[in-house]
């Protein structure tokens, strides 16, 4: 971009010349942010409806997280799982408290805790029925993360390609569609991997009926239930954890963006019927449950629950869902469906998003894409009225130039 000052493309060129080139980045270095807004390292202020995805709930700068943070780091930044670390008890205490689970292990990432359920769902297959039970169904059009097993259940071609063989015994099924994983259930499967809300495959929400389903469907032939609620959990959709608005509990869920509010961590949270199965020996992880990050996962769920931020995110989510309403009304031809839950929205276009985002982040407006016609809102958890009418101030003036 011909407006970049030297101190930003400096940083550019830079990073393209010694980063591995995995990314499709836009030409922003970000310096530093405060409540819902960033800055670059040219000073220029965005509005930021992305979160890191779905991950900086409290938004930037929240004085708990600092605080709390900084008091960890000085006291003990890291300890193996050799031994017991405090905040890693008291997380698991407020996890296991506020959820349908009793028992949590702590990773790094999203795609470890999706790594840890898959192997926690066969294990448990094998221990109870021997080895020709290890086939999971997972969706089309899903999305569980880039590690092996995670990538292997991402229902999406592209996230394959290059990368065969993959790890088996696994199929895919249309998404909330009971006829169709009914014709691939076979004595051969131990577990059903749903996302409550599917995020990064265009912000498309599982039928409540589909989820009932499953869960008759797992009680009767003993199958594990398997929820990712990796982007959907932690407030983001208005409940603690979306499966809440479903009224079915899963035996295992994963959880990782938003738990830590920026500071890297997953979890996997499990029920009795499944916990009895991983012994010690069985499953690791050498930074998992670092007292760091669990007390960024302290910090995050008692400023959710102390100060009743679920509200905000009921009131902001639904004023949300009602502006993009209007905005499909204005540009009918432009915008051809918006769907979502709170604070976890999308709009689907008629054309390609990547203009339409290039624009924004010109007038300083962060979004981010789900698919090539998918745009997603997933602002901090504390975003207010204010911020939602200046986005849409910004959004409704791109769409109205786009052709
Ligand atoms: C982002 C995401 C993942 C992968 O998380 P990473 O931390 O990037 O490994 C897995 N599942 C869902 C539903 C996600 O949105």
């Known amino acids: 971009m011909s407006t970049l000052s030297a101190t930003q493309t400096d940083w550019l060129?830079?990073?393209?010349?010694?980063?591995?080139?995995?990314?499709?980045?836009?030409?922003?270095a970000l310096s530093h942010g405060e409540g819902c807004y960033l800055w670059d390292v040219n000073g220029k202020k965005y509005l930021d409806f992305v979160s890191g995805i779905a991950v900086n709930c409290l938004?930037?700068?929240?004085?708990?997280l600092t605080e709390k943070l900084s008091e960890q780091a000085a006291k003990l930044l890291h300890c193996s799982n050799l031994y017991w670390n405090t905040p890693q008890v008291e997380l698991a205490e407020m996890l296991t408290s506020v959820s349908a689970f009793s028992r949590v292990f702590f990773c790094n990432s999203g795609a470890e805790a999706v790594e840890a359920a898959l192997k926690l769902a066969r294990k448990a297959s094998q221990?109870?029925?021997?080895?020709?039970?290890?086939?999971?169904?997972?969706?089309?059009?899903?999305?569980?993360?880039?590690t092996y097993g995670a990538m292997s259940l991402t229902g999406q071609s592209k996230y394959h390609a290059g990368y065969a063989p993959l790890v088996s015994e696994i199929v895919h099924v249309p998404?909330?569609?009971l006829e169709a994983l009914q014709a691939q259930l076979t004595e051969h499967v131990c577990a059903i991997l749903v996302e409550p809300i599917q995020g990064e495959g265009g912000v498309q929400p599982a039928d409540p009926q589909y989820l009932k389903a499953l869960r008759a469907i797992c009680d009767e032939r003993d199958i594990l239930l398997i929820f990712d609620e990796v982007q959907s959990g932690i407030g983001r959709t208005g409940k603690l954890f979306a499966y809440e608005w479903s009224g079915v509990a899963p035996d295992i869920i994963t959880l990782a963006k938003g738990l830590g509010g920026g500071f890297p961590i997953g979890a996997m949270l499990v029920n009795e019927k499944a916990a009895p199965y991983f012994q010690p020996g069985d499953h690791a992880s050498t930074f998992g449950g670092n007292p760091m990050a669990c007390m960024a996962g302290k910090t995050v769920l008692s400023v959710l629950l102390e100060e009743d931020l679920l509200s905000n995110v009921m009131a902001q989510g639904t004023y949300l869902a009602q502006k993009l309403a209007?905005?499909?009304a204005l540009y009918p031809e432009k915008i051809q469906e918006v769907r979502g839950m709170k604070l976890m929205q999308g709009i689907e276009l008629n054309q390609s998003v990547a203009p339409v985002i290039d624009a924004c982040l010109e007038r300083g407006l962060l979004l981010v894409g789900a698919g090539p016609n998918v745009i997603r809102f997933v602002p901090p958890l504390i975003v207010q009225t204010e911020q939602i009418d200046e986005a849409m101030h910004i959004l409704a003036d791109v769409l109205a130039a786009m052709e």
């Not at 830079?14 to 922003?28: A, C, D, E, H, I």
């Open 13 to 28: 060129n830079r990073g393209q010349s010694v980063l591995m080139n995995t990314y499709k980045q836009f030409p922003v």
């Open 59 to 64: 938004g930037y700068g929240h004085p708990a």
């Open 127 to 146: 221990v109870k029925y021997g080895q020709n039970r290890s086939t999971v169904i997972a969706m089309e059009n899903s999305f569980h993360g880039r």
């Open 175 to 177: 998404f909330n569609n």
């Open 326 to 328: 209007a905005l499909k």
